[in-house]
């Protein structure tokens, strides 16, 4: 039994060194880089095929779902994708404008101050919901689906371009608004009161 045993185990052995000198005899050729499109890309299975990362990179498919991306001038604060998001990944802070703000790439007209906007690419699914939603069309996903960093805080990305000063100061603006709005409803009313 002893004798079956260790002639199984040089076969064994002898068939894993077999298949690696097969492979390093076949390095010296190189594979090449396909497109994903090509017919024959899985068709091609000698040479090396590791890719030498960062300066060759796989071809990466349009359709793909990678890092998101906020065009903040077309976003209309409609917070649609952060309800969506099945991981809550997305924070939005909104301040109501004293007026519209101006419109978008699509005509629509903005009114709401995107005080917040962060994507937190760490939780992310990558599942395109956010982007389904938007009305605007201003949340995409971009062909980048590398941004390696050694602090994970990193990888929440801000896209809003208001500093808390500014925030602050709408918020403001806003308040005084719904002030003047209330004393004159007020002044309305006792002069509808003394007629």
Known sequence: MTIKNTISSFVTAWKGL?????????????RQTLDVKKDNYFSEQEGVVTVQYPKEKIPIPEVGRYQL??????????????????????EIES????????????????????????IDMAKCLYCGLCTVVCPTECITMTNQYDRTVTNVAELTYKFSDMTPEEAEEKRQELAKQQAEKQAAKEAAMKAKKGE
Not at 23 to 29: C, N, P, Q, V
Not at 69 to 81: A, Y
Not at 95 to 116: E, F, M, N
């Open 18 to 30: 077999a298949l690696t000198l097969k492979h390093l005899l076949a390095a010296g050729k190189k």
């Open 69 to 90: 991306h906020v065009e903040i001038d077309d976003c209309i604060v409609c917070d649609l994708c952060a309800k969506i998001c099945p991981v809550d990944c997305i």
């Open 95 to 118: 301040i109501k404008g004293t007026g519209p703000l101006g419109q978008t790439s699509d005509g629509t007209v903005k009114r709401l101050h995107a005080a917040k906007f962060d």
